[in-house]
């Protein structure tokens, strides 16, 4: 089992910045992809960005240009640096982290942390 914590969510002004991090811990084979998703009010959750164990990034469109991941592999854990936060960032962020040998593979989640962007 591999246990993820988040940090970094809080209330910020439209145009600011915050940085999230997920720290993995427990039985860790070896993280492949790592990545962010978050789910507003009423809204389906929906991928943020992710990073692969190479560091391919991916992104929404929503957060090309303002958002980006990063990893600390000796650390296990992922970052996202959030930068010119729009109210429509607003939502819990959730960590989603993939780890295992192909015949055991799985897919863990954070608790969620929630960011909210005043205008």
């Known amino acids: 089992q591999v246990q993820l914590v988040e940090s970094g969510g809080g209330l910020v002004q439209s145009g600011g910045s915050l940085r999230l991090s997920c720290a993995a811990s427990?039985?860790?084979?070896?993280?492949?992809?790592m990545a962010w998703y978050r789910q507003a009010p009423g809204k389906q959750r929906e991928l943020v960005a992710s990073?692969?164990?190479?560091?391919?990034?991916n992104y929404a469109d929503s957060v090309k240009g303002r958002f980006t991941i990063s990893r600390d592999n000796a650390k296990n854990t992922v970052y996202l640096q959030m930068n010119v936060l729009k109210p429509e960032d607003t939502a819990d962020y959730y960590c989603?982290?993939?780890?295992?040998?192909?015949?055991?593979?799985?897919?863990?989640w954070g608790q969620g942390t929630q960011v909210t962007v005043s205008s």
């Open positions: 990073i692969t164990s190479d560091g391919t990034t």
């Open positions: 989603n982290v993939g780890d295992g040998p192909w015949y055991r593979h799985r897919f863990y």
């Open positions: 427990g039985s860790i084979f070896s993280l492949n992809v």
